[in-house]
């Protein structure tokens, strides 16, 4: 079975300071991956995908991912951070043959200070 | 521009009592899912959909019941809600396995 690991509930950092949040999925087989943003009392939005390719993703809002297989990891990156950014931010798989299955890790509180 | 629209917004049931929450899309997506949000557990699948006329179990589908008639709409239905399942709920849709999934803008329910 797959799963997705965030290893931090929670992340706070000041703003203009460089921001990672990290993933870990764990499957048997080749899986797509995405990284979600949740804003306060909406739904998710994409902010980036790796489906196959180049290992560094650069998605909305300045935001970049690099998916490293030998890890199995998809760790998030954003070099300057913004008040904005602050949000819920969901790391997800899904195997290639099954769409509309989303799996999704717990979730991190990236919360950005003046 | 609708994309994926929910409704209700809110709900507050009793225990016991049984409701359908809508999901209706317009982007001609076979594929649709409904997921529940809890607090540190993140989205969770309940049922999902590969096109009209065919629906399977995600990982927490007990209580839950879904259809799908056509290609625009995915209701959920609880047969007899439960204080286990005040949530927010949240339907999405996609065209296809790698491809984004848009999501509604949930329906927070409580049962009391």
């Known amino acids: 079975a797959q799963s997705v690991t965030q290893l931090d509930s929670q992340v706070p950092v000041f703003e203009e300071a460089p921001v990672e949040l990290r993933c870990n999925y764990s499957s048997s087989v080749s899986v797509y991956l995405f990284w979600y943003v949740q804003y306060p009392n909406q739904g998710l939005q994409l902010l980036l995908k790796?489906?196959?390719?180049?290992?560094l993703v650069k998605g909305i809002n300045g935001f970049e991912a690099e998916f490293n297989k030998s890890q199995t990891s998809f760790h998030l990156r954003k070099p300057s951070v913004h008040i904005s950014d602050t949000a819920e931010y969901f790391c997800?798989?899904?195997?290639?043959?099954?769409?509309?299955?989303?799996?999704f890790g717990q979730g991190t509180e990236l919360s950005v200070k003046p | 521009n609708a994309g994926v629209t929910q409704t209700p917004k809110f709900q507050v049931l009793k225990t016991g009592q049984s409701m359908t929450l809508q999901c209706a899309q317009d982007m001609n997506h076979e594929y649709m899912s409904w997921y529940r949000q809890d607090p540190g557990m993140g989205l969770r699948l309940i049922h999902y959909s590969v096109g009209a006329g065919i629906t399977d179990q995600g990982e927490v589908p007990n209580g839950y019941n879904v259809s799908r008639s056509t290609t625009e709409d995915f209701p959920l239905r609880l047969l007899s809600a439960a204080p286990s399942q005040t949530s927010v709920y949240f339907c999405a849709s996609s065209a296809g396995t790698h491809t984004e999934a848009f999501f509604g803008q949930g329906t927070r329910l409580t049962v009391v």
């Open positions: 790796y489906l196959s390719g180049s290992t």
């Open positions: 997800a798989v899904t195997l290639y043959n099954q769409g509309g299955k989303l799996i």
